[in-house]
């Protein structure tokens, strides 16, 4: 069975710092597809990033990149500038085939002025 | 533009009455799923459909149903709610890709008194 696991239940950064968010999956499968999704409070889900296995070069989206490291099974977040927007439960998911989605327990991301 | 839509986004209801929470997307993707949400923000899987006529129990045991009679409709009814059922359902599609994301709607905030 495919797992997610965020070790980081809350966090905390001040704005315009850089924070990094953690997340290791366990999977056999060797091709697959990892996101990071940001629910900020009270607001709807969305896409932040994604990063397909097969490709060794890390996603990047304006202030948000990620580490894979798919040998250690190892995909971490890291923001950039922190802005208070950023503030946020933060997923990790995985996906097979574009199916059997698997999401990680959250990180708690406040971003303090 | 394209969209996820759920109804209501909150509802307080007695134990025991019948409830349908509407979920529709305009993008025409074949996969749609139900998430509940506990208090601790982890998403639980409890129903998915990979097209019309099609639906699957999730990993989470759930009293609640579901139905798929046409692509953009993914209802969920509970026949008898109880003081359990109270939480965040948030219902989501994805595209028929291995890359494509899921897409989140607003999510209902359920309430059993």
């Known amino acids: 069975a495919q797992t997610v696991t965020q070790s980081q239940p809350e966090m905390s950064v001040q704005e315009a710092e850089t924070v990094t968010l953690s997340c290791t999956y366990d999977?056999?499968?060797?091709?697959?597809?990892l996101f990071w999704y940001k629910q900020p409070p009270s607001r709807q889900m969305i896409l932040v990033i994604r990063?397909?296995?097969?490709?060794?070069q890390n996603a990047t989206e304006n202030r948000f990149s990620v580490n894979f490291q798919k040998a250690a099974k190892s995909f971490s977040l890291k923001i950039s500038d922190s802005q208070l927007g950023d503030t946020a439960m933060y997923f990790c998911?995985?996906?097979?085939?574009?199916?059997?989605?698997?999401f990680g327990p959250g990180t708690r991301l406040s971003v303090l002025p | 533009e394209a969209d996820i839509y759920q109804t209501p986004r909150y509802l307080v209801i007695g134990t025991g009455k019948k409830i349908t929470l509407e979920c529709s997307q305009t993008m025409g993707h074949d996969k749609m799923y139900w998430y509940q949400q506990d208090p601790g923000m982890e998403l639980h899987l409890i129903h998915y459909s990979y097209g019309v006529n099609s639906t699957e129990k999730g990993d989470l045991s759930s009293e609640s149903t579901v139905s798929r009679i046409r692509t953009e409709h993914f209802p969920l009814t509970l026949e008898s709610a109880r003081p359990s059922h109270t939480s965040q359902y948030l219902c989501?599609?994805?595209?028929?890709?291995?890359?494509?994301?899921?897409?989140f709607g607003p999510g209902t905030r359920l309430t059993v008194l």
């Open positions: 998911a995985f996906s097979v085939y574009g199916q059997n989605f698997v």
């Open positions: 999977t056999s499968e060797s091709n697959y597809y």
């Open positions: 989501a599609s994805s595209g028929p890709s291995s890359y494509n994301e899921q897409f």
């Open positions: 990063q397909e296995a097969y490709k060794q």
